[in-house]
């Protein structure tokens, strides 16, 4: 019989840990507009910065050149990006390269951090680097 009530404050302390660990997850950056600085070690043009935004599974912004907007799924760090639609403007040089370039990752996104200020969306393309516009 000892050893089940002294069980019982150790399960209570797991189940506190446990609970303190989800309080503590870092919640995605929700509601913020964000401009896309570069991706891996490429910059993007000032005039062609994609943008990004996303409230309750949705994001939104532009590709340099068209806009979209399209589903998301964020649990903990990690993250995926669901069916998007986008205008359909022709663009070229930086806008279209932006766009390009921007698009294709995006695709592929599997996870995010916080850099100090910067959001950072880890792609199969290389990291999307963000600031708050």
């Known amino acids: 019989m000892r050893k089940a009530l002294l069980g019982v404050p150790v399960l209570g302390v797991a189940l506190l840990a446990g609970g303190a660990a989800l309080a503590d997850a870092p919640r995605f950056p929700q509601g913020v507009d964000w401009q896309v600085v570069g ?7 000032p005039s062609a910065r994609p943008t990004l935004r996303v409230e309750r599974g949705r994001l939104s912004g532009s590709t340099g050149c068209n806009r979209y907007t399209g589903s998301i799924s964020i649990e903990g760090v990690r993250l995926s990006i ?7 403007m022709f663009c070229t040089g930086p806008r279209g390269d932006a766009e390009r370039l921007f698009s294709g990752a995006l695709t592929t996104a599997r996870g995010w951090a916080m850099e100090g200020k910067s959001l950072i969306i880890e792609t199969g393309h290389g990291p999307l680097r963000l600031r708050r516009r």
């Open 39 to 45: 991706l891996g070690k490429t910059d993007f043009a």
């Open 82 to 88: 669901g069916p998007m639609a986008t205008t359909k």
